[in-house]
């Protein structure tokens, strides 16, 4: 459940960096990470605040308005970490946001009581808070492969992110002490702000090395989030030529009679995808009675639900879609059926079914009065 932010406060995401440590030909950030990107993951946590500002590279800007825009604010990012996050501080000057939480786009398990426990910190009056997990393990100090010392743990903590901030005040330390830091707290401190520690999670890890990846993998499989969602759809035959059918134009003897294309299969598997989502229903996001819909290809429905399932973290698993009709024949149109509902959908056509059956002549199917779909589709986040 994502956190639901109070009025005025906001969220900067920094994702900047090149990461080379973490290997591999792309930064760390835009790295899949079990089906999706790090940084996709690390903003999911911050879709409840009021706005969020998002710290990108100037060769990344591209991308990221590919995936992300209209739904955070970009910014370019600057040479430092310090310079990025002054980058999107800058940004939020003179909005009504009032106080602004500074997150890792690096860290893309951060829970939700993690961010409630800084906004808690914030609303009980700390000026400053941020997340931090006691040291457990001894230390040493060690040089060219050997121990040299020992130092001890008590005190010592291992700082996290999100790092919350009432606005004006972070804004006045970062122009203060322009410098580069660890971090936002470091500059905090600088300028005099006392910071509050609240609870971090062990689950909260930032991406820095290779291994880093396959950790972060087996922490999200214990958190999978799995959806089911049905749809059902009719349509009556009227005059015409031909139906179109999963995207797929049918020589017919009539046509099918709707506001949009009234393509019977890809309605109920939009709507399959509406359900498992708790979206409401074609008609919820595209309203019958709005005229642009009027004869509209029922792709631009199917692609909507796909691309809103994407948005809230989820990846479509399957989709069936089954056609109920006595004519026109299904069968050699299938695959490229499968083909369309999977391409619209930016899915595998392996993870697409579309098959038919009749009624055996009953009811207004069996009658030839047109065509009914039933879909089903299976989500997954995590």
């Not at 606005?167 to 006045?172: D, E, F, H, P, V």
């Not at 300028?191 to 999670?201: D, L, N, R």
Request: proline share 5%.
């Amino acid at each position: 459940m994502t956190v639901r932010a109070p009025a005025g406060y906001g969220a900067i995401v920094t994702a900047a960096g090149r990461g080379s440590r973490a290997g591999g030909a792309a930064p760390k950030q835009w790295r899949d990470l079990a089906g999706r990107s790090v940084l996709a993951r690390a903003l999911d946590a911050f879709a409840g605040f009021e706005r969020v500002v998002l710290v990108v590279h100037a060769e990344d800007m591209a991308h990221a308005i590919a995936e992300f825009g209209g739904r955070v604010t970009i910014v370019t990012g600057g040479e430092t970490r310090a310079a990025s996050v002054r980058a999107a501080l800058d940004r939020l000057e003179g909005s009504p946001i009032t106080h602004v939480l500074i997150h890792d786009g690096a860290r893309p398990l951060i829970e939700d009581a993690v961010i409630q426990g800084v906004i808690d910190a914030l609303q009980s009056g700390a000026p400053a808070a941020a997340p931090a997990l006691p040291v457990t393990d001894a230390l040493w100090r060690g040089e060219g492969g050997l121990v040299t010392g020992t130092a001890a743990r008590e005190g010592l903590f291992r700082a996290q992110t999100p790092q919350g901030f009432a606005l004006a005040q972070i804004s006045t330390a970062h122009r203060l002490h322009p410098q580069d830091a660890a971090d936002d707290v470091e500059l905090a401190r600088k300028a005099g702000i006392p910071v509050a520690i609240t609870e971090g999670s062990e689950t909260n890890l930032k991406i820095t090395w290779p291994g880093d990846f396959a950790r972060a993998e087996n922490l999200l499989g214990t958190a999978m989030d799995i959806r089911l969602g049905n749809g059902y759809d009719v349509h009556a035959f009227g005059p015409g030529d031909h139906v179109t059918l999963c995207g797929v134009r049918v020589a017919h003897e009539a046509g099918l009679m709707g506001h949009s294309d009234a393509d019977v299969g890809m309605h109920a598997l939009t709507d399959a995808i509406y359900g498992a989502l708790a979206q409401g229903d074609i008609g919820r996001h595209f309203p019958p009675s709005d005229p642009q819909w009027k004869g509209a290809d029922s792709a631009i429905f199917l692609r909507h639900a796909a691309d809103l399932a994407r948005a809230q973290g989820f990846r479509i698993g399957n989709a069936d879609v089954t056609l109920i009709c006595e004519a026109p024949k299904i069968g050699p149109h299938a695959q490229a059926m499968q083909d369309r509902l999977a391409d619209i959908a930016d899915i595998e056509p392996g993870r697409v079914s579309v098959k038919a059956t009749t009624s055996e002549r009953l009811g207004f199917t069996g009658r030839r009065e047109g065509l009914a779909a039933i879909a089903t589709v299976t989500l997954i986040k995590g």
